[in-house]
């Protein structure tokens, strides 16, 4: 198991999937089940749905990007942390906390740094999460043991990523489900798997999200509590969970793919090369004729959209293997 080696640094800087729809409060309401079973002694398989905990005190949320994943917690805190390398996410993350009500903007706040060195105290968060992030973690061994500083002895980790998209088109008032409406479909998301894999640079970082669902990450964490196999204080659920966007239209989802790192880098290595092909428009054209709505305008053809999302949960964690 090497998740711990370093990645050699790209000359072009590829970023972690940023086409992810600001709707996760599913999967933080998750977490902070999972906190309140294990701050309660509960089996914490069954998530203790039931009820929820006054506000845990603070979390830092590692890669925080924007900030729309640490405002997803803002109602469970008394006081986020969000943190992102890039000074530039930061500002944006700033600027997005105080569009937001001042009771949720209260309590977050940014810093410039990295999940290698957190700006922290030792024991002094209720929770660490890595939204999307544990992958682009320089060293993953060294932000474990971060997080496993930052944290309280009760406190717990969370780490989530995605897969690629998946999409299925809107049937129109006069359409009716059929096996060839799902053939069409599956055609649709052949033509989408390809766009990323083939068309796009994906960065090898990023197979650990997209392929293996953190199984390996999953794999070499180990916790306080033993016996590790089988254990209630670290659980991986890549089943049930799923954040879903409906009513997009076509050409709100070209915007999207626009943003994804590994199609920006593929458009660098085009032009470098001279070549005037634009991957993003033949999937565009090749989807609408799968479809069989050619003539049909980009913004009056509706996707829904569903990213598959695998999560690890976590009490303090010892080391990664």
């Known amino acids: 198991m090497h998740v711990h080696t370093k990645v050699p640094h790209q000359s072009v800087k590829k970023t972690r999937n940023d086409i992810l729809p600001h709707d996760g409060s599913t999967i933080a309401r998750r977490i902070v089940c999972f906190m309140q079973a294990v701050s ?127 999409i299925s088109k809107q049937l129109s008032p006069d359409e009716h489900a059929s096996n060839v409406t799902v053939k069409k479909n599956k055609k649709a998301n052949e033509l989408l798997d390809n766009f990323f894999r083939h068309d796009c640079e994906i960065h090898p970082r990023s197979v650990l999200a997209v392929d293996d669902k953190y199984q390996k990450i999953y794999e070499a964490i180990t916790v306080d509590h033993e016996p590790r196999k ?19 239209t076509i050409r709100e989802f070209a915007q999207m793919l626009q943003s994804y790192a590994g199609y920006r880098c593929a458009k660098i290595t085009l032009s470098e090369s001279n070549s005037q092909n634009d991957p993003l428009n033949d999937f565009v054209n090749n989807l609408k004729s799968t479809w069989s709505v050619d003539k049909l305008p980009n913004d009056e053809i509706y996707l829904d959209i569903t990213w598959d999302v695998s999560l690890i949960l976590s009490t303090r964690p010892a080391k990664l293997k």
């Open 40 to 166: 309660q002694s509960h089996n914490v398989s069954k998530h203790a749905r039931s009820k929820m905990t006054p506000k845990f005190e603070s979390m830092v949320d590692v890669g925080c990007g924007d900030g729309h994943s640490s405002a997803l917690f803002a109602p469970y805190f008394n006081k986020v942390t969000g943190i992102d390398k890039s000074k530039a996410q930061v500002i944006k993350a700033e600027e997005y906390a105080r569009t937001l009500d001042p009771k949720s903007s209260s309590c977050l706040q940014f810093q410039v740094a990295s999940g290698e060195n957190m700006p922290l105290r030792d024991s002094s968060q209720d929770l660490v999460c890595f939204s999307r992030s544990f992958h682009w973690m320089e060293l993953m061994s060294d932000a474990m043991r971060e997080a496993r500083r930052v944290l309280k002895p009760d406190g717990c980790l969370a780490m989530y990523c995605t897969g690629f998209p998946k």
């Open 230 to 248: 089988g254990s209630k204080f670290i659980i991986i659920d890549d089943k049930n969970l799923a954040i879903r966007k409906n009513f997009v």
